[in-house]
């Protein structure tokens, strides 16, 4: 419960709000019209487009909220093709149920609001001591007005409702339950016979003209990617950084201005016995938990040694009661207001009165005051250069990057009257593919600039790229100085790789006609067949085999034992299994029966969600128009 009444710093108040917002505020509340083609149409629903500037500003949105989740989360990874065509989805996915809601006059009544923000910690944070509502601070961290805020939450919440109706009422008997669950956890006893491609490519030794042929059949599998040199101009706080200096005056004045800030706050320790009474409770219920709280009181100021044990024995809040009430060290603003107001009001070893706050009432005793020591100016001025220079070199940085932008784009044939302006380095990198290269770090392992470099604009007329946000308060423009087309390598130059390529295919085949010609032989004459050791086979003891393996295994008619199976391997060749035994799922205990069948419970509410989503995608006619990075590399 302390929890629920501690309230967050600044810096815990955004992150806590950036984790729970609701998607809307990620992705910007759905667009009600047509955007046009707007730096170009990614996909479509119920005949209102996605641009790529919108699905930009929403991965950009989730990669910022993912960081401030998680630190040391490598921001490279949320950049990949993959991340960012998850993001598209889920873009897709919220306009589907919005247009599902609205076709269906789904609404959010106020009073179910209003709950919410009472609920709501991330809306608490933003209410100021005095009880009123911090607008600026509001418009500040989220970017929007509240009015803007409650319309889009009202529109979240109606999405939700769609698919509510589908994952709030997911059902299995039991019956269908146990007969999915036996089949899942059932083992099988299995012999395999191997026919790897290894073992036949050995004794694959193709000719010249073999080798000829198979090059010139297969000349996607031996070309040279595209390559090119390019320079390119970096603008980020470092660079700014580098032309700001700090008078020792303004470093002066902003410490004598902010002296008990830099001190830091008073913190006060506590234990407290906290008798729940929320403030929706009916008054009755209110009344007589406040009477308890009196009694509690009257008996911790006739023994107040006890009070440790009055509230391991009484107290409500169950994150503080074992402790004795201890609610260890905490600043004003870390407290509801009448709680925070009791607290510091009192001396060391007094007891308060009841206090009354959203959540129950409160009897506090005061244990400890801890005063921050005021450091000097001599001791705080590294810090406080430091902290100057970031802020200057912040703002001048907004100020720079429409300057920076602008000239990329307006003297599109050089990176250099920007670079000598703004004092930055041209830089420059060589043999630069369409992906990043292995050890690529910074700007060069971007997506995106990488993805601009290689542009037709870029390549064919080797204009500047656009400035690009790389990262937080970063943006590069580069240009290609020279540039190598895909070729085909010679063949002697790729010599060894054609034949490596030509006995890998031609194993797999001789594997896959052995395997296949066994099969056969073995079927008519099961006493002919020669296995190693049987295994035991699952889902989750899979004994290494390859999955095709597993699934075969699993998979054969268990009325058959022993059954025969061959198993088309691919490139590794072929198998055989053959299985000896079925060995049914083993009883299980009533709670891990009823865990099962509760999983199973979910994994079918899941199966039907995602069927009914996939009808809706049909009915409002969303059609992505990216393919998927799987897609695009396979084509290749």
Not at 236 to 259: C, P, R
Not at 281 to 310: C, G, I, S, Y
Not at 490 to 505: C, F, M, N, T, Y
Not at 539 to 556: I, K, N
């Amino acid at each position: 419960m302390f929890d629920f009444i501690r309230k967050h710093t600044k810096v815990t108040m955004a992150l806590l709000f950036l984790l729970i917002v609701p998607s809307f505020i990620l992705v910007g509340m759905n667009n009600n019209g047509p955007t046009g083609d707007a730096g170009g149409v990614v996909a479509v629903v119920d005949g209102k487009d996605i641009t790529q500037p919108e699905w930009d500003a929403a991965h950009q949105n989730e990669v910022s909220r993912l960081s401030a989740s998680m630190p040391t989360l490598d921001v490279k990874l949320l950049d990949s093709p993959e991340a960012r065509y998850g993001t598209l989805e889920r873009l897709v996915r919220d306009r589907v149920l919005a247009a599902a809601a609205a076709k269906s006059g789904l609404v959010v009544a106020d009073q179910k609001l209003q709950r919410l923000y009472a609920e709501d910690k991330a809306i608490a944070a933003f209410r100021l001591p005095d009880g009123k509502f911090d607008r600026a601070g509001f418009i500040a961290q989220t970017g929007m007005a509240p009015e803007q805020y409650e319309a889009g939450l009202r529109a979240d919440l109606a999405s939700r409702q769609v698919m509510l109706g589908v994952s709030g009422t997911g059902f299995a008997s039991k019956a269908v339950a146990d007969v999915s669950l036996n089949a899942f956890f059932e083992k099988r006893e299995a012999q395999v016979a191997r026919f790897n491609t290894a073992d036949y490519a050995a004794k694959v030794n193709p000719s010249d003209a073999d080798l000829e042929q198979f090059y010139k059949d297969n000349q996607a599998l031996f070309q040279a990617p595209e390559e090119a040199s390019i320079e390119y101009v970096v603008l980020d706080l470092d660079a700014v950084k580098k032309g700001i200096t700090v008078n020792e005056s303004d470093v002066k004045t902003y410490f004598e201005q902010n002296a008990p800030q830099l001190a830091g706050n008073e913190e006060r320790r506590a234990s407290h016995i906290l008798i729940e009474a929320p403030a929706s409770a009916p008054a009755a219920d209110r009344e007589k938990a406040k009477a308890k709280a009196a009694q509690l009181l009257a008996a911790a100021r006739k023994a107040p040694d006890t009070f440790a044990e009055l509230a391991r024995k009484n107290s409500q809040d169950t994150g503080s009661a074992a402790a004795g009430g201890d609610l260890d060290f905490f600043a004003r603003n870390a407290m509801v207001k009448p709680f925070a107001d009791a607290a510091f009001a009192m001396k060391k070893g007094d007891i308060s009165e009841v206090v009354e706050t959203e959540f129950g009432y409160h009897i506090i005793k005061l244990t400890d005051v801890k005063v921050p020591k005021q450091k000097t100016y001599e001791e705080m001025k590294p810090a406080l250069e430091a902290e100057l220079r970031q802020q200057l070199a912040q703002k001048k940085f907004a100020e720079t990057a429409e300057t920076f932008s602008n000239a990329v784009y307006e003297q599109s044939d050089t990176l250099r009257p920007i670079a000598e302006r703004l004092k930055l380095e041209v830089r420059a990198a060589a043999k630069l593919t369409r992906t990043p290269v292995a050890g690529a770090t910074g700007v060069l392992a971007n997506p995106k600039f990488l993805t601009a470099l290689f542009s037709p604009d870029s390549v064919e007329k080797k204009r500047n790229t656009e400035a690009l946000e790389a990262g937080p308060s970063q943006l590069v423009s580069g240009r290609i100085t020279q540039y190598s087309p895909a070729r085909t390598l010679p063949l002697a130059e790729v010599k060894d790789r054609v034949r490596a390529r030509l006995q890998q295919q031609r194993g797999a085949e001789m594997a896959r006609k052995d395997g296949a010609e066994k099969l056969a032989a073995w079927k008519a004459s099961p006493a002919a067949a020669t296995f190693p050791a049987a295994v035991v086979i699952s889902r989750d003891q899979t004994q290494q085999l390859p999955a095709p393996v597993v699934s075969a295994a699993l998979s054969a008619d268990a009325g058959a034992a022993p059954a025969l199976v061959g198993v088309d391997l691919g490139a590794q060749g072929y198998a055989i299994v053959r299985v000896t035994k079925v060995l049914p799922r083993p009883a299980q205990a009533a709670d891990i029966a009823q865990q099962d069948q509760a999983q199973y419970t979910q994994w079918w509410t899941s199966a039907e969600s995602l069927a009914y989503y996939n009808i809706l995608k049909q009915r409002f006619k969303a059609d992505i128009k990216v393919a998927k990075p799987a897609e695009q590399k396979a084509g290749a």
